[in-house]
């Protein structure tokens, strides 16, 4: 087993040994590393007895799943119609100006992931930005680097939720 990440073994075990669960381990890795291991991937193969490419083909298909460490804070910004028209575009650039990642990208020092999304489901909130599973609606451009600097003073990202807090509130 991958001393560096830890005993996969025990995650899988969780498990029966069938391909049918290979989808819910490899969202369990995600959860657990953020990110997919690729030594995972291997001992995952030969415990589903599967082919590795089968599993990296699933890992490389899911947007909730990711082959490179994301960051410890990861932003998500909604793209979807009513975001977009409301504001996305600028809030993008706010966040790449607050802590210089763009869409699709992971700081250096690994503090920061930004990933668009194509709908939150919270239209009547656009544009709707979420962090550590914190929904902020109705966020303008101005106030996105004071948003981001209260979530990073605040410690370990918190557990998502799905609760809808206020702009500006964690």
């Known amino acids: 087993m991958s001393e560096a990440c830890g005993d996969f073994g025990a995650l899988f075990r969780a498990y029966p040994k069938e391909k049918r669960y290979a989808l819910a381990?490899?969202?369990?890795?995600?959860?657990?590393?953020?990110h997919i291991p690729k030594p995972a991937l291997k001992e995952l193969a030969a415990y589903l007895e599967v082919r590795v490419s089968h599993l990296y083909r699933m890992a490389t298909f899911y947007r909730a799943l990711s082959l490179e460490p994301k960051g410890r804070r990861v932003i998500k910004i909604c793209d979807g119609t009513a975001c977009h028209l409301r504001g996305t575009p600028a809030l993008l650039d706010g966040i790449r100006r607050?802590?210089?990642?763009?869409?699709?990208?992971?700081?250096?020092?690994?503090?920061?992931?930004?990933?668009?999304?194509?709908?939150?489901?919270?239209?009547?909130?656009?544009?709707v930005m979420v962090v550590d599973g914190v929904y902020y609606p109705k966020v303008r451009t101005e106030e996105v680097g004071a948003i981001?600097?209260?979530?990073?003073?605040?410690?370990?990202?918190?557990?998502?939720t799905g609760e809808t807090g206020e702009t500006g509130k964690t």
């Open 148 to 160: 981001l600097r209260n979530i990073e003073d605040s410690g370990d990202p918190i557990e998502e």
């Open 98 to 127: 607050a802590v210089g990642v763009g869409p699709g990208e992971t700081s250096a020092d690994r503090r920061w992931s930004l990933e668009t999304v194509n709908c939150l489901g919270a239209c009547a909130l656009a544009p």
């Open 25 to 34: 381990i490899l969202l369990d890795l995600q959860n657990r590393y953020n």
